[in-house]
């Protein structure tokens, strides 16, 4: 069976830290990738999707960047957090090739505190 | 901008009520709708995927419709329990990516 991981679960970081935040996927092959984040009092918005190794879409302006440099890991970036990077993060993934009608499965998100 | 509402926003109901919220999206160039649930402290959860106008699925106590012609799509929860309590989620697509409500937070009082 398919398993995502997600670490760290909790990180409280300085405004202008670096941050780093990874997924990985088991049990599953060339898996599409997702990036997701849940600020305070929004919806959870698309922030990077990765169809293969080294291919990233970005949805939106940001600070944030992301890689994929193996098939089943995906790594969220910054190298100055702001404190309006302060949310829940979730890494997600879809089976490859069926595009959006696929189910998304989430990770179990890490919860980021810039101070 | 593609958007997404969902209503209520939060609902609190007695245990044993039926309950039903909305999803509102875009009725042009639809593709896919999905539920999800998420619970306090777990990942969300895949609940329905929709694509077909009419479409009605169903998963134990839970159901979902889908009308693609006016963009909307209701999920009905049948006689509520505690362990019900969560956000649902209902996301559109039509681009390979999912775009996201803000969500219905249910609390079902025992």
């Known amino acids: 069976s398919q398993t995502i991981h997600q670490w760290p679960a909790t990180l409280v970081q300085p405004v202008g830290s670096p941050l780093s935040l990874e997924c990985t996927v088991e049990g599953t092959s060339n898996p599409n990738l997702y990036w997701y984040r849940q600020a305070a009092g929004r919806g959870l918005q698309l922030l990077f999707y990765?169809?293969?190794?080294g291919q990233i879409s970005s949805e939106v302006p940001q600070n944030l960047s992301a890689s994929r440099p193996q098939d089943r890991q995906f790594i969220l970036s910054s190298k100055k957090l702001l404190l309006s990077d302060s949310g829940f993060y979730l890494c997600?993934?879809?089976?490859w090739g069926l595009g959006d009608r696929e189910t998304q499965y989430f990770g179990p998100g890490t919860r980021l505190l810039v101070l | 901008i593609l958007n997404v509402e969902q209503s209520p926003q939060s609902l609190h109901v007695q245990e044993g009520d039926s309950t039903n919220f909305t999803c509102s999206f875009p009725s042009s160039n639809f593709y896919a709708l999905h539920w999800y649930r998420w619970e306090t402290a777990k990942s969300p959860e895949a609940l329905f995927v929709m694509t077909l106008n009419g479409d009605e699925k169903k998963k134990g106590r839970i159901s979902a419709t889908l009308n693609t012609k006016e963009g909307y799509s209701y999920l009905y929860i049948k006689g509520s329990q505690p362990e019900d309590s969560a956000t649902y989620l209902c996301a559109f697509s039509n681009t390979g990516k999912l775009i996201f409500g803000q969500g219905t937070t249910l609390q079902v009082k025992p």
């Open positions: 997600a993934w879809s089976v």
């Open positions: 990765s169809v293969g190794i």
